[in-house]
């Protein structure tokens, strides 16, 4: 994509990576292409799951096609609310983003699970394992991130 940006603005390669860039020529044409289209509705909702709503309100997405998978509940089962609280916790301490985000911040291994859970309603353990760990309890925590300084 970087390649393609620099060849419409005229710049040249910002490095051998870049160079080396197949172009995405096939996906433009010399002449737009104004045939109407109907737009398919979002179906996922982009407010979902966010502690306090966006001033502009909550979303409305379009009703969940049946032939999908079903949206996880945003309501955490009473038996793992518990292991959901120091989950929330070891977010506060994470730096995902605002003014001291830090990629990479996170330890690969927690950051895996604690999204495999939220992804799965807090109901189902991280593939190959038999429940749901507690950050601190999460196999491969203590190792520190590849991208850590110290």
Not at 25 to 38: H, I
Not at 99 to 122: E, I, L, R, S
């Amino acid at each position: 994509m970087i390649r393609t940006i620099e060849q419409i603005l005229g710049v040249h390669p910002m490095n051998q990576k870049d160079s080396a860039a197949t172009p995405m020529r096939g996906a433009f044409t010399p002449a737009p292409d104004y045939t109407p289209f109907t737009a398919l509705p979002n179906r996922t909702s982009l407010t979902a799951g966010l502690k306090a709503q966006p001033a502009c309100g909550a979303d409305t997405p379009a009703p969940q096609n049946v032939a999908a998978a079903a949206v996880p509940s945003d309501t955490v089962p009473a038996e793992k609310q518990q292991v959901a609280a120091q989950w929330d916790e070891w977010l506060t301490q994470q730096r995902l983003s605002g003014p001291d985000a830090k990629p990479d911040f996170a330890n690969p291994a927690q950051m895996n699970h604690f999204t495999w859970y939220q992804a799965h309603g807090w109901t189902q353990p991280y593939p190959g394992e038999d429940k749901v760990y507690a950050p601190a309890d999460v196999p491969g925590a203590y190792i520190p991130s590849s991208e850590s300084d110290g």
